[in-house]
């Protein structure tokens, strides 16, 4: 379990080696660490009350084991609307399902209203499980739910998933980085707060030695190759496209920068789209993947 | 199945709209998408011979499903020095199990010599699994083997995984990506070349908006601080370290980027180290962690 955080890293000592940033309670202090021993002999375990769960990309082989285990055993599940119905069907029949997405058909539910459900609904020896679609650590919104159960002193777990830039790129049968060209990968997220301006870092984004992937980035489609293009990136750097990675409804397509957003267009309305921008993609295969067929003569 | 790849992208006609990078052979036009359809129907599968397999961090709970079944219906493995045995554990009894790790005890295997093995080992209706830790995505020289199957006309399929920077993130509590602050999330791979500079593109990774994640940075370490401070990343930036991720030998420290050196020596020689440098690793518990007593109490 985790304690409360702050902010006040600024002020750390510079005596102090290897401490972690200093904190407001002297409580905290105990977390420096003064031998550092593997982990698996750590005496403060406490069982935790939620299980933040990645999802993966939708195909339910891409579950984790754990994230199966999970599913088989929880009471309550709190799911985003990119969770699959193939993955929303492994959960314990009998359990207690509600759906909190923001394209769930429901009426929008604001992400303070998640926080304060998980808190009331946690309960010590309840399995209440956060299903979020695809890794949990990369714009799943973690730290605002993490935050509010570290107030409460409600004890939780994060089981990481496969994201959907890995899925994608495995489906198209490229890799993420290249020895020697795309030594760096950077994920953004395109979805800015309603009536913001997309504040990202152009700069670092249009960098012609990484592989760019940007989620959510239906809207912004546009903006994204014009400030890569403002910013250096060649016109014809070629970019794919991707929805519904790793379900039956998968589609993609391959597009250069200046082709971006008619690219983006011949996609259906409504579905998430991931934006892979970068060399390492001008391989990507846009012919049927064996995916499902192969998948199909390995089981049983 | 992947046609050849190759890097001509830079001659594509401007009229063609959503098509592929041209590529030199006149087949691979047939490549051109002019209707986008979802691609479970897709009739061009090719069973594959070839199954890049994620292994994740180490824990085999951290396994994709599909991940696990094939490695129970193996016939060859593959494997990297940085899988896990409790992963090996779980390949099927009686398949060939083929170390090529570089740190594998054995004399250094080259890479192209895993590349002729794949090719060579490759054969229709066997299960042939490159092994490979974290996500073979990412920072994993998948591309050059996909080249070499490529070029030898053998099919294949990756099957993503959980990256090393993700389970580290899980096991310490934050999130790698924080709404409004941290909206970029950058990997980069601090092992170079032998001989070589390690050229990396400093200005983006010293970013205080992104979280930045740095594999194989244990030889790097000062390298990689003075670099980050020099392009004006503070010195009291936050930083996380970690070693055997989910593994019972996982250990992690955190530390200010100033102090980074030092932090690195404490960890034991040899362990691959991983390294998140950013304001979304202040709130990172440096406590023991409930993951392996949790598991425990959710199991059977």
Redesign the interface.
């Given at each position: 379990?985790?304690?409360p955080?702050d902010?006040a890293?600024?002020d750390?000592s510079?005596t102090l080696?290897?401490?972690?940033?200093i904190r407001s309670d002297d409580a905290s202090r105990?977390?420096v660490?003064t031998t550092?021993?593997?982990?698996?002999?750590?005496?403060?375990?406490?069982?935790?009350s939620v299980f933040f769960v990645?999802a993966?990309p939708g195909?339910?082989?891409?579950?984790?084991?754990?994230a199966?285990?999970?599913l088989g055993?929880a009471d309550v599940v709190l799911y985003d609307a990119l969770v699959s119905d193939d993955v929303l069907g492994l959960i314990k029949r009998g359990a207690k399902r509600i759906a909190v997405g923001k394209r769930a058909g429901a009426p929008c539910i604001a992400q303070s209203d998640i926080n304060r459900m998980l808190v009331r609904l946690a309960r010590p020896g309840r399995?209440l499980i956060r299903l979020k679609g695809g890794?949990?650590?990369?714009?799943?919104?973690?730290?605002?739910e993490?935050a509010a159960l570290e107030a409460a002193g409600v004890?939780?777990?994060?089981?990481?998933?496969?994201?959907a830039?890995?899925?994608a790129?495995?489906?198209a049968?490229?890799?993420?980085?290249?020895?020697?060209q795309a030594?760096?990968?950077?994920?953004?997220?395109a979805h800015a707060?309603a009536g913001e301006e997309l504040?990202?870092?152009w700069?670092?984004?249009a960098?012609d030695?990484?592989t760019t992937v940007f989620y959510m980035a239906r809207e912004a489609a546009a903006l994204i190759a014009g400030r890569l293009m403002a910013h250096g990136l060649g016109a014809?750097t070629?970019v794919l496209l991707m929805s519904?990675v790793s379900?039956?409804?998968?589609?993609?397509?391959?597009?250069?920068l200046?082709?971006l957003q008619?690219?983006v267009d011949?996609?259906p309305p409504g579905v998430p789209l991931i934006i892979i921008v970068g060399?390492?993609t001008?391989?990507?295969?846009?012919?049927?993947?064996?995916?499902?067929?192969?998948?199909a003569?390995?089981?049983g």
């Open positions: 379990m985790k304690l955080r902010s890293h600024a750390v510079p080696f290897f401490s972690p940033p105990e977390l660490s550092l021993e593997p982990e698996g002999v750590g005496p403060e375990a406490t069982t935790p990645g993966g195909d339910p082989d891409l579950l984790t084991v754990r199966l285990k999970l055993g399995r890794d949990p650590l990369i714009f799943a919104r973690l730290g605002e993490i004890p939780f777990e994060i089981i990481p998933g496969v994201t830039a890995s899925a790129a495995a489906a049968g490229i890799s993420l980085t290249t020895r020697g030594r760096r990968v950077q994920f953004a997220t707060r504040a990202l870092d700069r670092s984004l960098d030695k990484a014809r070629p519904d379900r039956p409804t998968q589609m993609r397509l391959r597009a250069c200046c082709e008619p690219a011949r996609f060399d390492a001008a391989a990507a295969s846009i012919a049927a993947h064996p995916h499902s067929e192969a998948r003569a390995i089981r």
